[in-house]
């Protein structure tokens, strides 16, 4: 912003146009009204159409550059100094002009009219009221500025525009490189940070699914295991059930065969047993070794006993005949000598039969009366009356003798 | 706004912690090269100003094709702490990208900076595991770490670490424990995890318990678990406060009571009750591990004796939201009502 200043060449006739302006800070809009402000503000506004800085008309008819564009630093001082002095006559005769004294403690002046008749004092033209109302402004008076007391001493230095480091104006850039770098390194590592939680979100789904999985896979590995451990162990109880019912059967099969086989042992071995004499009745037994070989030779003795008398009896029975035989002839020989020879053949005949059956009967006793001996217990009581057997068995001797000598002469 | 008028002068260096950057493509060749130099504090703002810079995944490719890796792994046994420290920054950024964790395992980063694990410098330390948590993330990186024989070390760390490094250390063992868990049952890793469960963090209680769910997939790390009692613990935390601590324990009961004697150690701690009132919690993936848990403990006949009063409860879930849920809660109530 630039402020026309008065020009004072203009009193000088000067043709040229110079234009300066002083620096100063932007002005900023007040929040309260400030008195002795608005008037400054607005003399700063020029009419262009007077403005000397705009062109008009032709420029080539411009008038030529003076021979001095700086007004003359003499005149400026004097006008300075009359302008200084005039104010400074003015300071003077104000504190020239008598006052009234200092108030007495506790009292204070105040305006009094001395005139004769009190008039009200109004300098107030006849006017209408006219009213409007605007918004209520906060009428604050301006907080007196803070001015520290001035301590050392005041050192001066130059400084031409832009030398110093304007920190609004030179910190923008850099600010907004750092906070960019800044940011957009934080936004790499968030991207980041935000992708390796992704990725172990994902992860860890997975992993959900996947132990669940592996769990469910080792369960089936595990009861798969299980039957088969089961199964392995049913087959082997049937094979072993099967086993003992083969070994069973085996063994029921040699017991019937056993059995079979032994039903007959039994009684071949009693009957071995009984036949070799194993078994016995001890009274038989008594009977036979005891009894038996007595009862033999007690017969035995009965027999050669009656051997014996068989014998003496054949002895007499010869002799008998013998005699008998003797008689005969001698009774024959009578008969013949006293009848002739009518029957001697007959005779004849009679008497050798009886010596044949003599010579006969001897030898044949005794192996024929071994038999009829022994069967003769059995059947006859124990050889008792053997006397009276004696005369039977003379006669049944006889009586062989007599079918014997029947028989003889048919053989012969 | 600016305005026209600007100073003559250039404007005052601003950051003077900071290297200037080189307009464009010179920057980060012009950078590479100040962290060779001999000077401390050229070594120390180009760190700095790399720090910064790399934020941007477009600079990562650019960094890494100048050679960057290979200047950071000789400072990472730089003398001067902030060297180290800002050097496991950059280190970490770069390893949150894909080229990033190969750079790391074409230049072998993975073992020296293992070294730092022991710095001084709590920044450092935890820069680097930062780092080593990134690198774990996929699976060959899980590999890297597992190949250099970090798992018993990191185990280790895990007894007396800050507990914000704790967390990165369970975070890393999570990803090295998919890859293998042998080496870090020899190392005791169950005892840790099952000490840590009583943490009064809730972070780090939970991702304890994620880190037993990891350890005992295979069958050792079950009957480890068996063994040193980290089920009682376990059912305690599904009473905690925190969703993820419930979701884990409930997940860890899950993979544990896939044995036979896993099932009877938690039903004797109590589990049941607990596992059920989770069915109806607001996480979808706490109701998913509690069913999935519930499925495994109705496999004992005493487990299902037990659930069989619980029916129609887990009944309600099949109409869930959540579709996995649903699928588990039918599995649950079909092995529930199983009959044989």
Known sequence: MTTVLPQKQEQHGGGTYTFSSRPRAVQQRKKYRDAGQGQDATSLYGNIMYDRRIVRGNTYAQHTLPASAQPDPIDIQRQQEARRRAIARKRAKEQLRPRSPEAVEGRKHIDVQTELYLEELTDRVEEADVETQTDTFLDRPPSPLFIPAKTGKDVATQIYEGDLFDFDMEVKPILEVLVGKTIEQALLEVMEEEELENLRAQQREFEELRNAELVETQRLEEQERRHREEKERRMKQQREVLRKEKETAEKIAARAFAQSYLADLIPSVFGTLADNGYFFDPVERDVESGFMPWLMETVEKAIDKSVMGRTMVDVLIREVVAQRMESFEALQRSIQEMSGGAAPIVSQTVVEAPAFIAEAAIPEVTPAEAPPAEEAPPTEGEGEGEQAEEPEGGEDEGEQAEEGGDDAPGEA | ?340
């Open chain 2, 1 to 340: 706004m600016a305005k026209t008028v600007i100073s003559q002068k250039l404007p005052p260096d601003i950051d003077p912690t900071k290297a200037p950057l080189a307009y464009g493509d010179r920057a980060l060749p012009r950078l590479n090269r100040e962290l060779n130099d001999k000077e401390l504090i050229t070594r120390q703002r180009a760190l700095m100003t790399l720090c910064d810079y790399l934020h941007d995944p477009e600079h990562i490719a650019d960094a890494l094709r100048v050679g960057v890796a290979e200047s950071l792994k000789a400072l990472l046994s730089d003398k001067d702490p902030t060297v180290r420290h800002k050097t496991t920054e950059v280190l970490y950024v770069i390893a949150t990208h894909n080229k990033g964790r190969d750079a790391f395992l074409d230049y072998g980063i993975i073992v020296p900076l293992s070294k730092l694990f022991d710095d001084s410098v709590d920044l450092a330390r935890k820069n680097a595991h930062m780092a080593m948590e990134m690198m774990s993330e996929i699976p060959y990186g899980a590999a890297g770490v597992v190949e250099a024989q970090l798992v018993p070390k990191l185990v280790g760390k895990l007894r007396d670490e800050l507990n914000e490094i704790k967390e990165l250390i369970l975070d890393t063992l999570h990803f090295c424990l998919r890859e293998e868990t042998m080496h870090a049952l020899v190392a005791g890793a169950m005892e840790v995890f099952t000490e840590l469960l009583g943490h009064n963090q809730a972070i780090i209680r939970a991702k304890a318990a994620r880190d037993i769910m990891d350890l005992s997939v295979p069958l050792d790390g079950k009957n480890k678990a068996c063994e040193v009692k980290a089920l009682p613990p376990l059912v305690g935390l599904l009473k905690d406060g925190d969703t993820y601590v419930r979701s884990m324990a409930a997940g860890a009961i899950a993979t544990i009571t896939i044995t036979t004697q896993g099932k009877y150690l938690a039903l004797e701690a109590g589990a049941i009750p607990h596992l059920v009132e989770l069915v109806e919690d607001k996480n979808s993936e706490v109701r998913l591990n509690s069913l999935k848990a519930l499925t495994t403990l109705s496999e004992a006949p005493e487990g299902r004796k037990e659930l069989l009063k619980h029916v129609d409860l887990i009944k309600k879930r099949m109409e869930d939201e959540s579709q996995a849920v649903v699928k588990a809660a039918t599995i649950a109530v079909r092995v529930i009502t199983w009959k044989p």
